[in-house]
């Protein structure tokens, strides 16, 4: 088959939302590693006055991991499915969480700017056609200083590992889907993942996008060699001097003080966008 990408992506997903928290919760560790990859971050105190974009949250499994990690945070929820999305919204959130329904090409278009703290993205970038684009999105949407997270089925490059993710597809979550009625999805999923790049490839793809400090971090159990955390900032220098940078924004580990609120809630939040629980679309 091939690799179903845009509408016919969206549209699959928008199928299998009624059934996907359900496949999720098979998955040992899920949860637990969204929670570790947001930790991995590095981000201050319990959020106060940051600015988070969940770029493809799906159904929230990521956008809850956030909140857990860091529930002062304004958090933007984005995805391109109305189906993924609306079973996100339908569940009780704090008011600080924003849900909008665009493509992660599209974030301006749907009203969703910047600057953000921090943008992490789940599960994301091997189902995009265009990664590096969407890499340069997520670099010019955050502050100088900005941290990039990055949740992703990459495979080490060891044979091992692709046979384990192979087995676990076609032994366990394939049957499974193809009684749903999703076949077509998880079949995707299982060559997007052995199509897609390597952990050392993704990385060295990080870089090239203008991201600094970027590392590559392995996820323990069975998925270890298979999914890795990347984490990653924007430069400090990116938008001129000091003096241009925007109250609040990160300054790195080493800075252990609370980012300013300064601007207020509903300045901080995405212009334009519906909150919890409705989504724009």
Partial sequence: MTLLRDADLAAAFDHAARSYDTLVAANPGYHAHLRRSVRRLGLPGHGAGLRLLDLGCGTGASTAALRSVLPAAHITAVDASAGMLGRAAAKPWADEVTFVQAPAEGLASAGVSGPFDAVFAAYLFRNVSDPDAVLATARDLLAPGGRLGVHEYT?????????VWTLVCRGLVQP??????????????????????????????????GFEHVRALPLPGWQTGITHTFVARR????????????????????????????????SARAPQTARHPKTTR
Wanted: aromatic share 6%; net charge positive.
């Fill in 155 to 163: 495979l080490s490059g060891r044979r091992a590992d692709r046979a």
């Fill in 176 to 209: 499974t889907a193809s009684a749903l009625g999703d076949g077509e999805l998880y079949r995707h999923l299982w060559r997007s993942v052995v199509e897609f790049d390597t952990a050392e490839r993704f990385a060295g793809r990080v870089r090239a996008a």
């Fill in 235 to 266: 430069p400090e220098s990116a938008q001129g001097p000091e003096s241009a940078r925007r109250p609040g924004s990160v300054q790195g580990p080493e800075s252990a003080r609370r980012p300013e609120a300064a601007q207020g809630p509903e």
